[in-house]
């Protein structure tokens, strides 16, 4: 038995322009569902379906195999049926996986047992679904509920399922529907078919521009894979930087960019008696602040949930705590303060200078 997984691309969606070629944190959205099934299937059994040599590049890079598809079949006007038809006219198989680059997060589990069942059962078809429990309503009409009924827990509604990637064909059936009825993609009355829930991230589909969006921001969840935080009463979040600098004692503060600072003419054009504070780098990715502190001085005790900070010592001695645990730091050291961590840090001397590297928008969380 041979199944075969076949990836669809093209050019010019009105919706999310070139969306396949669009990157998607270091990759374009393309790659995802390639990378996906080159777990699953040798790459002798993918195919990238395109009539743009730019996807021929990318089935290249991969080691995949790239099918030509005729110009007329990339048009926004082809169908579906149209090119899985041409498709399976020319490549030999007895199934075919449908696997569309906007699904970039189906899961290697996932796509490996709707492969198993496809398979194990004959089917004619198998259609990827994502279960809705919520109330539906189609063409002004209910479809799961009764607008003469009280409200039911979403849990006891009946659920309601909706098409997703991927999409599994039995070549001969399809090639039969498509050739007697002139579609053939959702099957016959007289055919085996099958459909498979997904759950999750697998069911993330992109069509729209905020789904792009919501795509970019499940990809960043999986980055930093943050632990779930909760209101904590005891507990208060402070941002803004520049009054936070104000509430730790610094009298003078002043920010800006350039391509290059030297770091001993900012320490230069202050008094030795005055507590400042400047950012001397401040991007979307960090910011770098200098700040001198006098004996005494320093930062309150905080936390930070999801952001790892450092700081490096130009000068003066400073008394390092964290979790308890305090270290005398001076010029040249490095310090590393891993995020969740309680910490502050006291100068021992007057004139104390630190350069603290963060982000504009990293949450300080302090005591009540």
């Not at 099918?67 to 399976?88: G, I, Q, V, W």
């Not at 979403?154 to 399922?161: M, N």
């Not at 053939?184 to 009355?189: E, Q, R």
Request: aromatic share 12%.
């Amino acid at each position: 038995m041979k199944t075969i997984c076949m990836i669809p691309a093209r050019l010019g969606s009105k919706r999310v322009k070139d969306k396949n070629l669009r990157m998607l944190g270091n990759k374009p959205l393309v790659q995802y569902v390639i990378e996906t099934g080159k777990q699953i299937f040798s790459s002798d059994d993918i195919y990238l379906n395109s009539s743009f040599d730019i996807f021929k590049t990318i089935a290249q890079m991969n080691s995949i195999q790239f099918y030509k598809r005729p110009d007329e079949l990339s048009t926004d006007t082809a169908t579906n049926d149209e090119f899985m038809y041409d498709f399976l006219k020319h490549i030999n198989c007895d199934y075919v996986i449908q696997v569309n680059p906007t699904s970039p997060f189906l899961s290697k589990e996932d796509l490996s047992e709707f492969k198993r069942i496809l398979e194990s059962k004959s089917l004619d078809y198998l259609i990827g679904v994502k279960r809705e429990q919520i109330e539906a309503v189609y063409k002004n009409n209910p479809i799961n509920f009764d607008r003469n009924s009280k409200m039911k827990r979403s849990q006891d509604l009946e659920p309601i399922y909706l098409f997703t990637s991927p999409f599994g064909f039995k070549r001969e059936t399809f090639i039969r529907n498509y050739e007697r009825y002139g579609h053939a993609m959702f099957g016959t009355d007289n055919d085996a078919i099958e459909y498979f829930p997904l759950t999750g991230y697998s069911t993330i589909d992109i069509d729209w521009e905020t789904d792009f969006q919501l795509a970019e921001a499940i990809l960043e969840t999986f980055r930093r894979k943050k632990s779930p935080r909760y209101f904590n009463p005891s507990e208060r979040i402070e941002i803004n930087v520049p009054d936070i600098m104000k509430k730790d004692g610094v009298n003078s503060w002043r920010e800006y960019n350039a391509s290059i600072i030297n770091v001993d003419k900012v320490i230069s054009q202050h008094k030795a008696e005055e507590s400042w504070a400047e950012r001397i780098i401040n991007s979307s990715n960090n910011s770098a602040t200098i700040i001198c502190q006098n004996k005494g001085e320093g930062n309150r005790r905080h936390y930070h949930p999801d952001w790892c900070e450092w700081w490096y010592i130009l000068d003066g001695e400073w008394d390092f705590e964290i979790e308890g645990n305090h270290t005398i730091v001076k010029p040249g050291d490095i310090v590393f303060i891993p995020a969740g961590r309680w910490h502050r840090i006291t100068a021992l001397r007057d004139k104390s200078i630190r350069i603290a590297v963060s982000r504009e928008d990293v949450a300080h969380i302090y005591k009540r």
